[in-house]
């Protein structure tokens, strides 16, 4: 049994620290204190908790039915203590739910709450696979949602078909989140997009870039392409900046030679 917000709850060890954790990471309430081991009774009303849950869910269908409401129950959440009973839906547009309110309670007989969530919260309940086959991401072990744009897949040269990079709650995929940064940091270390290099004492374009191989592909006028590895083009990057920085020298004492 573990202490929340709410009282206590039971719970089940997924697996031990492997080294000792500070005060700093229990200030950020990352964890729970576990208060002791459940008794028979408990361990029985845990077990028949889900049955609770699907037979007030059932009831709660009913009654939306009956007040002819525009909204699609998701999920009841009912605390192990029996203090309340939270209902989970979605709806395009507001609903006013105050007559179902208090026909849940004079069922229950406990608070009851309505709580209407987005499509994410929606699939994050729900749960699923993703087009990689895993257990969806929202449902396994993120925590929040943080916000996704389509430049995110821009910036990691994915294709931008919505079929592509949508998922399950057909929104953009959390998980184009994850290498963004790392795509950003970088990209900063390659030559920009159609910025002139010489190879070979050759003039050519780059075309095109890998920033997690650190290469890039250039082209001539007339369409020939060669690929450059990260040793190549930073050779041909660091000549260029030393030839700036020698002539901004050599402009410093002319100037002062003058006054």
């Known amino acids: 049994m573990i202490k929340t917000d709410h009282g206590l709850e039971p719970a089940s060890i997924s697996g031990l620290a ?19 081991r459940p008794t ?36 009841v959440e009912k605390f192990f203590n029996g203090s309340k009973m939270i209902f989970y839906f979605t709806a395009e547009n507001r ?20 709580r209407q ?28 949602f943080d916000s996704v744009s389509i430049k995110m897949a821009k910036e990691q040269d994915l294709p931008l078909n919505p079929t592509k990079i949508s998922g399950v709650c057909n929104r953009l995929l959390c998980c ?32 095109r870039q890998n920033p997690l191989w650190q290469s890039i592909v250039v082209s001539k006028a007339d369409g020939e392409e060669k690929l450059l590895q990260k040793e190549e083009w930073q050779g041909f990057e660091r000549l260029k900046g030393e030839k ?10 002319k100037q002062e030679q003058t006054e």
């Open 18 to 36: 492997p080294v000792c954790l500070d005060e700093e990471f229990f200030a950020r309430k990352v964890s729970y204190e576990i208060f002791r």
């Open 40 to 75: 028979p009774e408990e361990e029985r009303r845990f077990e028949n908790l889900p049955v609770h849950e699907h037979a007030a869910f059932d009831t709660c269908v009913g009654l939306i039915a009956k007040h002819q409401l525009v909204m699609n129950l998701i999920r």
């Open 95 to 114: 609903v006013d739910f105050r007559a179902l309110v208090k026909d849940l309670i004079q069922e229950f007989r406990t608070r009851v709450e309505m």
């Open 117 to 144: 969530v987005g499509v994410r919260h929606e699939t994050k309940m729900l749960g699923g696979l993703g087009t990689c086959g895993r257990v969806l991401c929202c449902s396994s072990f993120l925590k929040k």
């Open 176 to 207: 184009l989140t994850y290498e963004y940064e790392t795509y950003r940091r970088q990209r900063r270390k390659l030559p920009k997009l159609g910025r002139k290099i010489k190879v070979d004492d050759q003039v050519f374009r780059v075309k």
């Open 244 to 253: 700036k920085i020698r002539k901004k020298r050599n402009e410093i004492p």
